[in-house]
């Protein structure tokens, strides 16, 4: 079956443009994660979702970011006023409660 | 606080030798363990985990892993390598909400 997807795979913006990242997961799946991925940061944990609700949102960064998540399914995650240290690959990964995460081959970030 | 530190950014070795990945985790409850491996421009792919059991978990493209308590440790191992298993493995510990918390990463150079 299909994979966690997402789009778009690379995204260049300019300093201060918001963007939009999309993220669709396996169908049925009820958790829902973002993680960024930077040099010399490793993979953080960004914001978890179960269902629509988001009951760990400890890992965004600044006031900036933020992220939704419709009809148990897609999520999208939001920078505002992008900063050149928002660089970075996003990954999403989903999973059925209590079941290994499944992850996308995320967007690639680029501020200039 | 849960963590996991991989204390080796690279390991080269040549085709057809035996490796050995290093994990330690820190946690002061139960623990789910992980390995994922991501190659170039690609989202993370699951390897093995150890959930509960045996403590010698065996997984994908002849991996394997053992679960040491007394020790803190899952290291990961594979008796031969080749040139495709070229790659960034990431160990990671899950808490109660399934979140991963990754070590930093190590990047597998198989040298011809």
């Known amino acids: 079956g299909a994979g966690v997807s997402q789009s778009p795979s690379n995204k260049v913006t300019e300093k201060g443009k918001d963007v939009e990242l999309r993220c669709d997961p396996i169908?049925?799946?009820?958790?829902l994660y973002w993680y960024r991925q930077s040099l010399g940061q490793g993979l953080e944990f960004l914001i978890y979702?179960?269902?629509?609700?988001?009951?760990?949102k400890s890992g965004l960064p600044s006031d900036r970011f933020s992220a939704e998540r419709t009809g148990g399914s897609v999520s999208t995650l939001t920078i505002q006023r992008t900063q050149q240290e928002d660089s970075a690959v996003y990954l999403c990964a989903s999973s059925p409660t209590n079941s290994p995460l499944h992850f996308g081959n995320g967007t690639r970030l680029t501020v200039t | 606080a849960q963590s996991v530190t991989q204390l080796d950014s690279q390991v080269p070795v040549f085709e057809e030798a035996p490796v050995e990945l290093r994990c330690n985790y820190s946690s002061s409850v139960s623990v789910y363990l992980f390995w994922y491996v991501q190659y170039p421009n690609q989202g993370l792919q699951l390897l093995l985990k150890y959930l509960s059991g045996s403590t010698l978990v065996k997984g994908i493209n002849g991996f394997e892993a053992e679960f040491n308590k007394s020790q803190t440790s899952f290291h990961l191992r594979k008796p031969s390598v080749h040139i495709s298993d070229t790659a960034e493995y990431f160990c990671?510990?899950?808490?109660?909400?399934?979140?991963?918390?990754f070590g930093t990463g190590t990047l597998l150079a198989v040298q011809p």
């Open positions: 169908s049925g799946h009820t958790a």
């Open positions: 979702f179960q269902g629509n609700s988001a009951p760990d």
């Open positions: 990671a510990v899950s808490d109660a909400t399934n979140k991963l918390i």
